[in-house]
């Protein structure tokens, strides 16, 4: 659940004293917000090793933060340029958690001793491998490779699929297989196995104003951890069978951290919106955060009573589109769109009274509805310590780097 104990009055005072000297539009991480955070996300992972989801970060300076912390081990990647791009930046152990068409990418890592040892590429399919293979350019480093398990949930004998259509790998027979596929190709080491179960991790069990639909999923997923919690172990086997020396089991997420700790076939967990806790991570019975991330837009205009007009704004988020990917007017509390025009590309209304007491010029403060994707938005952040910016640092975009 969203932590609301702060005081928004003063939260909003506090941020907008830390950057009284810079203008909007801009994006801040609130310190003690993002350390509280991660710390709750190792405390929720009992004792095993938090894997940081880079996509739900984008800036080195915040990866690092988290990884200089006891608990916390490793980078899940979310394309092979940006897993190479971290490797070569020193962060020598990088999960790359989607399979990649990237020739030149593949090049690069056979090519490459330090890089072949630190990125681990995912793999669903015999035809990945035949790819790799043919991208390799006379590169013969070993390729480290994970197989990835579809987690969703089959009911009805299969005509009712609950969870993201991700591998094609759903029983351990079939991981088994790829498993020996890899075993007897040259110039391909397994080392791991995957399993993301984003129907637990990535769906919200309180959904405000729906007790129905909450009730629901809570069922669902409770049906879903004890599916999968005897699945995965059985899959863990099957592949152990073939690959003894796997190195770790990776699962979980922001949402599920404690359950998937508590599965003795998993080693390790994944987990990265958790550090700063956009708002779609509101909604959850079994934890709660503290919002680290928003940005803020300028005042610069008053249309009438009770309404002002920010600097743009419109920054949806992924997935299926609806009003839950949208970011939200947070400080000052108790500000709504306008329902005729939303979020705009360069110009957005606000709606109720804190808008009489803004002024040419004032800051708005937003959440984002995700994690990351904000940082594509904004060259830097600035890091809020107390009352002052601390730092200012580079996100991906800053860097010039645009992965996705």
């Given at each position: 659940?969203?932590?609301?104990?702060?005081?928004?009055?003063?939260?909003?005072?506090?941020?907008?004293?830390?950057?009284?000297?810079?203008d909007?539009?801009?994006?801040?991480?609130?310190?003690?917000?993002?350390?509280?955070?991660?710390?709750?996300?190792?405390?929720?992972?009992?004792?095993?090793?938090?894997?940081?989801?880079?996509?739900?970060?984008?800036?080195?300076?915040?990866?690092?933060?988290a990884?200089?912390?006891?608990?916390?081990?490793?980078?899940?990647?979310?394309?092979?340029?940006?897993?190479?791009?971290?490797?070569?930046?020193?962060?020598?152990?990088?999960?790359?958690?989607?399979?990649?068409?990237?020739?030149?990418?593949?090049?690069?890592?056979?090519?490459?001793?330090k890089?072949?040892?630190?990125?681990?590429?995912?793999?669903?399919?015999?035809?990945?491998?035949?790819?790799?293979?043919?991208?390799?350019?006379?590169?013969?480093?070993?390729?480290?490779?994970?197989?990835?398990?579809?987690?969703?949930?089959?009911?009805?004998?299969?005509?009712?699929?609950?969870?993201?259509?991700?591998?094609?790998?759903?029983?351990?027979?079939?991981?088994?297989?790829?498993?020996?596929s890899?075993?007897?190709?040259?110039?391909?080491?397994?080392?791991?196995?995957?399993?993301?179960?984003?129907?637990?991790?990535?769906?919200?069990?309180?959904?405000?104003?729906?007790?129905?639909?909450?009730?629901?999923?809570?069922?669902?997923?409770?049906?879903?951890?004890?599916?999968?919690?005897?699945?995965?172990?059985?899959?863990?086997?099957?592949?152990?069978?073939?690959?003894?020396?796997?190195?770790?089991?990776?699962?979980?997420?922001?949402?599920?951290?404690?359950?998937?700790?508590?599965?003795?076939?998993?080693?390790?967990?994944?987990?990265?919106s958790?550090?700063?806790?956009?708002r779609?991570?509101?909604?959850?019975?079994?934890?709660?955060?503290?919002p680290?991330?928003?940005?803020?837009?300028?005042?610069?205009?008053?249309?009438?009573?009770?309404?002002?007009?920010?600097?743009?704004?419109?920054?949806p988020?992924?997935?299926a589109?609806?009003?839950?990917?949208l970011?939200?007017?947070?400080?000052?509390?108790g500000?709504?769109?306008?329902?005729?025009?939303?979020?705009?590309?360069?110009?957005?209304?606000?709606?109720?009274?804190?808008?009489?007491?803004?002024?040419?010029?004032?800051?708005?403060?937003?959440?984002?509805?995700?994690?990351?994707?904000?940082?594509?938005?904004?060259?830097?952040?600035?890091?809020?310590?107390?009352?002052?910016?601390?730092?200012?640092?580079?996100?991906?975009?800053?860097?010039?780097?645009?992965?996705?």
């Amino acid at each position: 659940m969203f932590d609301a104990t702060a005081d928004p009055a003063a939260e909003r005072a506090r941020y907008d004293r830390a950057t009284a000297h810079l203008d909007a539009p801009l994006a801040v991480v609130d310190l003690a917000a993002f350390d509280a955070n991660a710390a709750d996300l190792v405390r929720r992972a009992g004792g095993k090793p938090v894997r940081v989801a880079s996509k739900s970060v984008r800036c080195r300076a915040l990866l690092e933060r988290a990884l200089a912390r006891e608990g916390f081990a490793g980078v899940m990647g979310f394309t092979l340029a940006e897993s190479l791009w971290l490797a070569r930046c020193g962060f020598g152990d990088v999960l790359l958690a989607y399979p990649s068409a990237d020739r030149a990418g593949y090049a690069e890592l056979a090519s490459d001793p330090k890089l072949a040892a630190a990125v681990t590429v995912m793999v669903d399919d015999p035809a990945q491998l035949a790819l790799i293979d043919a991208a390799r350019g006379g590169g013969r480093e070993e390729i480290r490779v994970c197989l990835e398990l579809d987690t969703s949930l089959w009911l009805l004998g299969g005509r009712v699929r609950i969870g993201a259509r991700r591998s094609p790998l759903h029983s351990p027979a079939q991981l088994a297989d790829l498993a020996r596929s890899v075993a007897r190709r040259p110039g391909f080491r397994l080392v791991g196995l995957m399993a993301y179960e984003g129907h637990i991790a990535g769906v919200g069990d309180a959904p405000p104003g729906r007790p129905l639909r909450a009730r629901a999923v809570r069922l669902m997923q409770s049906a879903a951890r004890r599916e999968l919690a005897q699945r995965r172990a059985a899959a863990v086997r099957a592949v152990r069978a073939v690959a003894p020396d796997l190195e770790f089991v990776n699962g979980g997420g922001t949402g599920s951290v404690q359950h998937t700790a508590a599965e003795e076939a998993v080693t390790e967990i994944a987990a990265g919106s958790g550090l700063l806790m956009p708002r779609l991570f509101d909604n959850y019975t079994s934890f709660s955060g503290r919002p680290a991330a928003l940005f803020a837009q300028p005042v610069v205009r008053r249309p009438g009573v009770g309404v002002v007009t920010v600097l743009g704004g419109g920054y949806p988020a992924s997935g299926a589109a609806g009003r839950d990917r949208l970011p939200v007017p947070y400080l000052p509390a108790g500000l709504r769109y306008d329902p005729a025009e939303g979020p705009g590309e360069v110009q957005t209304p606000l709606l109720g009274p804190p808008a009489d007491d803004l002024l040419i010029g004032d800051k708005v403060w937003f959440r984002h509805a995700k994690a990351g994707e904000l940082c594509e938005r904004f060259a830097a952040l600035h890091l809020v310590e107390g009352d002052r910016v601390a730092a200012t640092v580079p996100t991906y975009r800053g860097e010039g780097r645009t992965f996705l």
